[in-house]
């Protein structure tokens, strides 16, 4: 059974810079992972993926080009480096890990998901 332990978040003044990681106990190849996230009151939304084989990656359009996903699959981490952070991008940020090969998008196509570390971006 896959743990993922995500560690990282905290408060930064807009403009700031932050950099997620996403420990999993377990196997997690070949097999898609992806960064989500949570703002209160609203519905969990998709922030990133990656896949294992190729390293293929995909972005939510509202973070493109300020966030990287990147995987260490040696070590079995992700992670999100997240710069020009802006207030919106505040949230509970979640790693998970899927039965897919292929980019994933969607929260019902991963089956194990982190705890989430939070992240606070102040203007």
Not at 11 to 38: E, I, K, N
Not at 96 to 114: L, N
Request: net charge positive; with cysteine; proline share 3%.
């Amino acid at each position: 059974q896959v743990q993922l332990v995500e560690s990282g978040g905290g408060l930064v003044q807009a403009g700031g810079s932050l950099r997620l990681s996403c420990v999993a106990s377990g196997r997690t190849a070949p097999y898609t992972m992806g960064w989500f996230r949570q703002a209160p009151g609203k519905e969990r939304e998709f922030v990133a993926t990656i896949t294992w084989i190729s390293g293929s990656t995909t972005y939510a359009d509202s973070v493109k080009g300020r966030f990287t996903v990147s995987r260490d699959n040696a070590k079995n981490t992700m992670f999100l480096q997240m710069n020009s952070l802006k207030p919106e991008d505040t949230a509970l940020y979640y790693c998970a890990t899927s039965s897919f090969t292929s980019i994933r998008e969607r929260p019902s196509d991963y089956h194990t998901w982190g705890q989430g570390t939070q992240v606070t971006v102040s203007s």
